[in-house]
């Protein structure tokens, strides 16, 4: 059914999308990828059910345009996302799904810390998993023309999803870019990482927790977690320490930086003498240091920021402390 919504939508487009709604090419999008999903075996009636009331939305392609452009410091995005009723909210879940946890490290051997912290900054352990409809928010990226292949092949694994049954077109939610369910995977991460870990014949990131762990846990397995090892942890570095001689990818044996009068801010090294390490000091040598282990780099195949990775790391080590 074409909703107000859509309505209002598509009477308020920018110019290039006017131009697009003058010469109907959305229609014309549209029948171009349900040909395509067709071929990919996609039935008639998924596709029907995918697109109903399906039109360009306006607040999918503000969202994309108007991304604000800001330096953001490590302290301030810290401060934003490291806060104590995140770490308050995640301690107490981890309290009552221990269990699951533990199920979820015994299968995929990822430990609770690095799930809980991405689960805590995806979706705020399951509270905040995004608004827009999926398909109508991929549909409209693809159309528009900015990573229009991207948005495209996106799209198609979303209809792949549905053909499988693992949601309802209704259900499937997500955010403005199509990011979907509490660990807010892509369409082409879930139909790669998505596990039914709970049993129920469906793959369900959107409201089963076991199925939400066990497929973050499946995601870092697959991109090279080494199981009991850390991520990392904060350090301190000794005076003149040469920060352009760091960075994530100077991968040293941990006796070298120790050597060179880099000391860990707890008790012990997280490694051994030979593990390799890197040194990253995300707001220079005068802000917060942290030495990297392997597990960085798996968490930053999930996100490529190193604010991100570390932020998992830190919130996964007070929640699970």
């Known amino acids: ?19 697009h709604a003058a010469t109907g090419s959305f229609q014309s999008f549209v029948t171009g990828v349900k040909a395509e999903a067709r071929k990919a075996g996609v039935s008639d009636a998924t596709l029907e059910r995918a697109f109903a009331g399906v039109a360009p939305n306006q607040k999918v392609l503000d969202r994309d345009r108007h991304q604000p452009e800001f330096t953001m410091t ?39 810390g690095v799930i809980a912290g991405i689960w805590g900054l995806e ?9 827009f409809h999926v398909v109508e928010a991929l549909a409209t990226l693809a159309w528009d023309g900015r990573r229009a292949s991207f948005f495209r092949g ?52 959107w409201t089963s927790r076991p199925d939400v762990l066990g497929s973050i846990a499946n995601y870092l397995a697959k ?10 942890q904060q350090v301190a570095l000794p005076p003149g320490f040469d920060v352009a001689s760091a960075g994530r990818d100077a ?14 801010l707890e ?19 005068e802000g917060e240091a942290f030495i990297t282990y392997a597990n960085f780099k798996a968490i930053r195949r999930y ?5 991100y990775a570390i932020a998992v790391g830190i919130v996964g080590d007070r929640v699970t402390a």
């Open 223 to 232: 991109s090279g977690w080494r199981a009991g090892e850390s991520w990392g």
């Open 74 to 112: 490590w302290a301030r995005y810290k401060t934003l996302v490291v806060n104590e009723q995140r770490i308050a909210n995640g301690r107490e879940i981890f309290r009552r799904e221990r269990a699951l946890f533990r199920q979820v490290e015994d299968r995929f051997a990822v430990g609770p």
């Open 303 to 307: 996100n490529p920021s190193d604010f």
């Open 251 to 264: 991968m040293r044996p941990l006796s070298e930086w120790a050597r060179q009068g880099v000391r860990p």
């Open 1 to 19: 059914m074409l909703t107000r919504r859509h309505i209002l939508a598509a009477s308020i487009l920018t110019p290039m999308a006017e131009a």
């Open 267 to 285: 008790a012990n090294w997280r490694g051994q003498a030979d593990t390799p390490a890197a040194v990253v000091a995300p707001d220079g040598a």
């Open 154 to 205: 996106e799209l198609m694994a979303a209809l792949k999803i549905l053909e499988r049954g693992d949601i309802a077109p209704a259900r499937m939610m997500g955010s403005y870019a199509g990011a979907m369910g509490q660990p807010q995977f892509m369409p082409s991460s879930y139909l790669r990482f998505a596990v039914d870990f709970e049993g129920h014949g469906r793959r369900d990131i």
């Open 123 to 131: 979706s705020g352990f399951g509270v905040t998993t995004g608004d």
